[in-house]
């Protein structure tokens, strides 16, 4: 995995945005919550959502620890992206990317993958 094959996972994942948190920081979003962040600097690295029980087993992996200041919420830091298989980075960031929408209120959820109505403005008669 490296950032340009992570951008192209991601960026095919319905409702998905991005935007450049503290300065250097780049990060995937779907419904304005993050799912994925990645370094714009080198070395590549990436942080994701897991399941209780994945964040468990994946932490005790060389390359991969408990993702600074989200890890009570079960994010992970990958920082050898030789610690996962390709399959497996594309299943742990479309789970991710699961995660963040199950999380999400009903009614955001069914506008995933519309286009957003334009408001319409009444003018004064």
Same mark, same amino acid.
């Given at each position: 995995?490296?950032?340009?094959?992570?951008?192209?996972?991601?960026?095919?994942?319905?409702?998905?945005?991005?935007?450049?948190?503290?300065?250097?920081?780049?990060?995937?979003?779907? !419904?304005?919550?993050?799912?994925?962040?990645?370094?714009?600097? =080198? &070395?590549?690295? $990436?942080?994701?959502?897991?399941?209780?029980? %994945?964040? !468990?087993?994946?932490?005790?992996?060389?390359?991969?620890?408990? =993702? &600074?200041?989200? $890890?009570?919420?079960?994010?992970?830091?990958? %920082?050898? !992206?030789?610690?996962?298989?390709?399959?497996?980075?594309?299943?742990?960031?479309?789970?991710?990317?699961?995660?963040?929408?199950?999380?999400?209120?009903?009614?955001?959820?069914?506008?995933?993958?519309?286009?957003?109505?334009?408001?319409?403005?009444?003018?004064?008669?």
């Amino acid at each position: 995995m490296n950032a340009s094959a992570l951008e192209k996972l991601c960026l095919g994942l319905e409702g998905t945005t991005t935007d450049v948190k503290w300065g250097n920081d780049l990060c995937y979003l779907v !419904a304005g919550k993050m799912y994925c962040v990645t370094g714009l600097n =080198a &070395p590549f690295t $990436a942080s994701f959502k897991t399941t209780p029980e %994945e964040f !468990a087993q994946l932490t005790e992996r060389a390359g991969i620890i408990p =993702a &600074p200041y989200v $890890a009570r919420y079960h994010w992970v830091l990958v %920082e050898k !992206a030789g610690a996962l298989k390709e399959t497996e980075w594309a299943h742990f960031v479309k789970q991710s990317h699961q995660l963040v929408v199950d999380g999400l209120p009903g009614k955001l959820k069914r506008t995933l993958g519309r286009p957003v109505a334009k408001s319409k403005v009444r003018r004064a008669k």
